[in-house]
């Protein structure tokens, strides 16, 4: 099992550009989600899915869009990067969206918006 | 609504000594309770989760975590420091039907040093 994978690893993007952060799991979990990391805040839920095609807003969710089409892959689009979206970003999964259940985290991609 | 803090954002420690590591949450509910450890350049990992049951939890890497409900805390120890234990650590609640919506604390950055 390669786990929870996320591409790229880095990425430098322009302000107002768009683009799209990959994440997929090999271990037919139910539950994903995707996590920020800012120095001194921790890490704050964006969206989550309890399901494929089932998607909802976390705690900081304006400027990304998700969609799961599959039980795989759980996408992040920023449509429109802006300097505060400069973060390292996080997808986890876990068995299914009960709250017992632990969940696996990718390796991160590290964003900057100039 | 529920909330962590974690006291102290840098801990040092020698190697061979106490690691203790503050959590206190807030939480209208019974909560469950995480600690998870991340490694330079790496994502989270579980170290050990307060459910319901033992109040003493014990976790991988000789860790382990008390949850003190008159004292709303879930302080981290280990007996002694090993110098493959820096690293950042992270106190996360969520609670039971709250799907897998982890609250995280700010984290806290433990050095090791001979």
């Known amino acids: 099992n390669a786990g929870v994978t996320q591409t790229p690893k880095f990425q430098v993007l322009k302000t107002g550009q768009s683009m799209t952060l990959q994440c997929a799991q090999d271990m037919n979990h139910e539950y994903m989600s995707w996590y920020r990391q800012d120095p001194g805040m921790g890490l704050r839920l964006i969206h989550y899915s309890v399901g494929a095609g089932i998607t909802d807003q976390g705690e900081v969710p304006n400027g990304y869009n998700v969609s799961r089409s599959t039980t795989e892959d759980f996408p992040l689009r920023l449509l429109s990067a802006a300097p505060s979206q400069t973060s390292v970003y996080f997808c986890a999964s876990s068995y299914s969206a009960g709250s017992l259940h632990e969940q696996y985290f990718g390796p991160g991609t590290r964003l900057t918006v100039t | 609504a529920q909330s962590v803090t974690q006291l102290g954002s840098h801990v040092s420690v020698s190697e061979g000594a106490l690691v203790l590591l503050r959590c206190n949450y807030s939480?209208?509910?019974?909560?469950?309770l995480f600690w998870y450890v991340q490694y330079p350049n790496q994502g989270l990992q579980l170290l050990l989760k307060?459910?319901?049951?033992?109040?003493l939890v014990k976790g991988i890497n000789g860790f382990e975590a008390e949850f003190k409900k008159s004292e709303t805390s879930f302080h981290l120890t280990k007996p002694s420091a090993h110098m493959s234990d820096a690293a950042e650590y992270f106190c996360a609640v969520t609670y039971s039907g709250g799907y897998n919506k982890l609250i995280f604390g700010a984290g806290t950055r433990l050095a090791v040093h001979p």
């Open positions: 307060y459910t319901t049951g033992a109040t």
């Open positions: 939480s209208s509910v019974p909560p469950y």
